[in-house]
């Protein structure tokens, strides 16, 4: 099974392209947002990023992909070190686009933000260092001769108008491309992905993967990593970031959530389905993962069978397996 690919698919991410920038010679701009997830990308020329506070510069070329994936304050000029005026950006508005048409060599990049899932986010996510750079030569290796980035830029510029839900869809897939990229060429720095290059913790993320609704303990999966239930606790979590039982929590409650937006609206079912014989506790673990109840979900849903969920009148308490 491949892990980052299973992931991806249930990580039901949002996205919204903000800005595009096209420039030349001596420029400067400010980007302000409320600390969500952020991602930069250079289709043209070079620049530097950096972060509010931070002395560290980041130097980007064409193809270069940069991830804040906690967000926050930062500033996209030319190479040439000077201190510019800078315009003000707010990510957290519609697209702008700015700049002109610069004549060559010039500098275009475009950015924008992403939502990753509920309030809880997944290790894939949360354990990506403060700044992660991917370079276009990283994307190539990976068989991406163009990311979506370059995309979204051609149907900025093109002169018909386009639904922004089609640019937002584009950058949702360059996010997909970043973190494949990061897969295949990550260092310690990353993680998750070092979790996944350990063999013994990859076997057991794998088993949860394979069957979220197994009776799993922390005894069971120690035997599936081949590894004492100390060790194991003790390694799952320094390279995860959390203790194995609350992945298992996480990961059910994302594996879950697909199936109510998929128009699965027995409720006792698909708590069955993920390894919870209560309902009320399904729900209350669902709440806490997400940040809203499974009747949310159906509220939003375009089905025919979103008006409401069957439960059972039975209300149990017990639970498959440890909530955390």
């Known amino acids: 099974m491949d892990i980052v690919d ?23 701009h400010r980007l302000v947002d409320d600390g969500q997830f952020q991602l930069h990308c250079v289709l043209a020329g070079r620049c530097q990023y950096q972060r509010k506070g931070a ?8 193809g270069d992909v940069l991830l804040l994936p906690r967000g926050g304050p930062a500033s996209v000029q030319d190479i040439s070190g000077r201190q510019p005026r800078r315009t003000e950006h707010d990510l957290r508005g519609g697209l702008t686009c700015d700049g002109h048409q610069a004549q060559a060599p010039r500098v275009i990049v475009l950015g924008g933000m992403l939502e990753l899932g509920g309030q809880t986010r997944h290790p894939l996510i949360s354990g990506l260092p403060d700044v992660t750079l991917v370079r276009n030569t990283e994307l190539l290796q990976t068989g991406t001769r163009k990311h979506a980035g370059f995309m979204i830029d051609t149907i900025l510029t093109d002169a018909h108008e386009t639904s922004p839900s089609i640019l937002d869809r ?11 990229a990061l897969h295949a060429s990550a260092g310690p720095a990353y993680r998750f992905m070092a979790a996944l290059q350990d063999r013994g913790i990859n076997r057991a993320i794998t088993a949860i993967h394979e069957n979220p609704g197994h009776n799993w303990s922390v005894e069971r999966l120690a035997e599936v990593a081949s590894l004492s239930r100390s060790t194991f606790s003790k390694q799952f979590t320094e390279l995860t970031g959390i ?10 409650m994302h594996k879950a959530l697909s199936r109510l937006k998929a128009g699965h609206r027995d409720l006792d079912s698909v708590a069955h389905e993920v390894g919870y014989l209560s309902a009320a506790a399904f729900q209350k673990a669902f709440k806490r993962i ?17 008006e409401t969920f069957r439960t059972s009148s039975v209300d149990p308490t017990v639970v498959a397996t440890p909530a955390d």
Not at 170 to 180: K, M, N, R, S
Not at 243 to 252: G, I, K, N, S
Request: aromatic share 12%; proline share 4%.
């Open 6 to 28: 299973d992931i991806l698919r249930h990580l039901h991410i949002r996205s919204r392209v903000t800005y595009r920038l096209e420039e030349a010679g001596y420029w400067g």
């Open 55 to 62: 002395k560290e510069r980041f130097e980007l070329s064409a």
């Open 170 to 180: 584009l950058f949702e897939i360059l996010l997909i491309q970043v973190i494949g």
């Open 243 to 252: 203790p194995a039982m609350h992945y298992l929590t996480l990961w059910r």
């Open 290 to 306: 997400h940040g809203f109840t499974p009747s949310q979900v159906a509220a939003t849903c375009k089905t025919p069978a979103a």
